[in-house]
């Protein structure tokens, strides 16, 4: 025990001995001394001039953060010493629960186990942005470098750049700014590109295309989908995806369309791109068939995905094939046994076929009365038809929603036919029980 107490006690006091947060008017004074160097001709013509610009503007960008070292609230208090909390409040994003604590340049988050999250700067010791000026300095130092000579360290500083402009990214994006985030994702992949590192940083490039997408500037997020796909960044398929979504909120069908289409082709198994182009297709009233057609193509691929079975059912239920969309939805269930969407789609297609069925006798005139008899004796098979596979549902399905949801409907059948059996009563009763219970 006595060795791990002192183990941490020299963690931190290494700690607080090198990570001091200075004076904002230290951090001044430092880069206006760097800049004052860069006055003079000859050492201006020295790359460790730029170097040394480079390295005060970084040490300003990090200066209000610099005793924020570990991760836990319990050894950040050990190590940021004098520099206390002005107040802490609980704060939820994205539905989870998080501590804020406020300082005098900085918001810390921590989670529910006490683990710092996102570090949120609010009073920068420079007021700009100083990894910018930074990665000009930087530039300028590559430059004069013509014998290589500084490349390390230059290249060490632009990936230091890069990381702190990718964090900021993703803090900016937790807290509520995708926008924000969409041009930091921007500027971590130019750091990566500024030579003489050269690095192509297409993830960067892809998340800046999906926050710009979030905050609805969907020119600037399809440039930035368009120049992932031209790099071979394709998120298993994704790209095509948002690329149409741009496209759809530019009112641009026709370009979303070839979208999706290509997409398709070369990842069939994205789910987006599939629900998107069958929708596409039935929003367009194209021949159903072309949809059964891709779907062949999709299981071919993925011949063990229940969804895609799932899917055709509700395509041959659309075409009012309802023998064909028993099977699919049959199939949807053998593939996986525990998927509950097959059992529900074929529920739900029998209980949408007898409500068509009600709503075509209903209209019959009186003297249509053989017909209105044979309507009501298909009414009641289709009713029926819908019981069996609800109840496979209700008792596969781990979703309380869709649970309650099929309940729903058996309440309705059994509420039909309860006069016919004391068993068709007593599940009556049984769902009824259930729904009042679930309120």
């Not at 208090?77 to 609980?90: C, F, I, R, W």
């Amino acid at each position: 025990m006595k060795r791990i107490l002192f183990a941490l006690a020299l963690i931190a006091s290494v700690s607080i001995a090198h990570a001091q947060v200075k004076p904002a008017a230290d951090i001044q004074k430092a880069i206006a001394k760097a800049e004052a160097a860069a006055q003079n001709a000859k050492k201006a013509a020295n790359p460790d001039t730029w170097i040394k610009i480079g390295q005060a503007y970084q040490n300003a960008y990090s200066n209000p953060t610099a005793n924020v070292v570990g991760g836990n609230k319990t050894e950040l208090q050990l190590v940021m010493g004098n520099d206390k909390p002005l107040s802490s409040e609980t704060v939820e994003m994205g539905g989870q629960q998080y501590e804020k604590v406020v300082y005098k340049d900085k918001n810390l988050y921590f989670d529910q186990n006490g683990s710092l999250v996102i570090t949120e700067v609010t009073n920068p010791s420079y007021q700009g942005d100083a990894l910018a000026k930074a990665l000009e300095a930087y530039k300028k130092a590559a430059e004069l470098d013509a014998a290589g000579k500084k490349t390390k360290a230059i290249t060490e500083a632009l990936n230091t750049i890069a990381q702190n402009y990718n964090q900021d990214a993703f803090n900016a994006y937790y807290l509520g700014n995708p926008s924000k985030a969409s041009t930091l994702f921007e500027k971590s992949a130019a750091a990566l590109a500024q030579a003489p590192l050269s690095k192509l940083d297409t993830a960067s490039i892809y998340y800046a295309g999906v926050t710009a997408m979030e905050a609805q500037e969907f020119e600037k997020a399809k440039a930035h989908f368009t120049n992932a796909l031209k790099n071979n960044y394709f998120s298993d398929g994704g790209v095509y995806a948002n690329l149409y979504e741009c496209a759809i909120n530019q009112k641009d069908t026709v370009t979303a369309r070839s979208y999706l289409e290509e997409g398709f082709q070369k990842f069939p198994e994205n789910p987006q791109v599939l629900t998107n182009l069958i929708n596409l297709y039935i929003a367009a009233n194209e021949d159903p068939n072309k949809l059964i057609d891709l779907l062949g193509k999709a299981k071919a691929e993925l011949p063990n995905n229940p969804s895609l079975y799932y899917v055709e059912g509700d395509i041959y239920g659309r075409m009012k094939d309802y023998d064909n969309a028993v099977k699919a939805y049959r199939k949807a269930s053998e593939v996986d046994p525990n998927y509950e969407m097959g059992h529900y789609g074929e529920g739900v297609m029998w209980f949408n076929r007898a409500l068509a069925i009600q709503e075509e006798a209903a209209a019959l005139p009186y003297s249509e009365y053989k017909k209105y008899d044979q309507l009501q004796e298909e009414l009641k098979v289709a009713l029926k038809n819908a019981i069996e596979p609800f109840e496979k549902c209700f008792a596969v399905t781990k979703n309380d929603a869709v649970k309650t949801n099929v309940a729903d409907y058996l309440k309705r059948l059994y509420f039909v036919f309860r006069n016919e059996s004391a068993d068709y009563q007593a599940a009556y009763e049984k769902y009824n029980n259930f729904l009042e219970n679930a309120k």
